[in-house]
């Protein structure tokens, strides 16, 4: 899979985020469908997701085409005003340009943040459920999402200044 590094590398998200990303467009993250190839008897269901409970969960199931996964994408989509239809594959996705943020620096740096912190979240509430048994509703994701990409993004050059309340509001 091919990642456009600048995409990755110049965000300014923190490197744990990034190393993921990095690992998500590499099918390197231990997804049911890779634990079911590499280590059989470890991998819990291979035709199950935890989020939706539904499809077998594999990278571009889980990152991309999960119903739960999609609704997180269409509220980031939504609130930029553009009307979205997931690729393909996850390597589609972020090789796709999308200008909904504009080409200002603000609006390359947030929409950076914002398309790193989804994976982020939907790999957290993965695990949280699988490892600690322990679920959040879609919207309580979202504003996670929300909250760390606001977050990231106020300590990022192109937001010097803007207070944090102001940032996550907008």
């Known amino acids: 899979m091919f990642l456009p590094a600048k995409f990755l590398w110049s965000s300014k998200v923190p490197s744990k985020v990034k190393?993921?990303?990095w690992l998500v467009v590499h099918g390197k993250v231990n997804t049911n469908d890779k634990l079911q190839l590499r280590r059989p008897y470890k991998a819990l269901c291979p035709q199950w997701c935890i989020l939706c409970k539904g499809n077998g969960e594999s990278i571009d199931h889980l990152f991309l085409h999960c119903p739960v996964t999609i609704g997180l994408w269409h509220r980031l989509f939504?609130?930029?005003g553009v009307i979205w239809v997931p690729p393909r594959s996850l390597e589609d996705m972020l090789v796709i340009s999308f200008k909904g943020l504009g080409n200002s620096l603000r609006g390359k740096t947030l929409w950076q943040i914002a398309?790193?912190?989804?994976i982020w979240m939907v790999w957290q509430e993965r695990n949280n459920r699988i490892f600690e048994?322990?679920?959040?509703?879609?919207?309580?994701v979202w504003d996670l999402i929300r909250f760390y990409s606001s977050l990231w993004a106020s300590?990022?050059?192109?937001?010097?200044?803007?207070p944090l309340s102001i940032l996550q509001l907008n």
């Open 115 to 118: 398309c790193l912190t989804l």
């Open 78 to 80: 939504n609130l930029v």
């Open 133 to 140: 048994d322990k679920g959040r509703m879609e919207e309580m």
């Open 19 to 21: 190393a993921l990303a």
């Open 155 to 162: 300590c990022t050059e192109a937001f010097r200044g803007v």
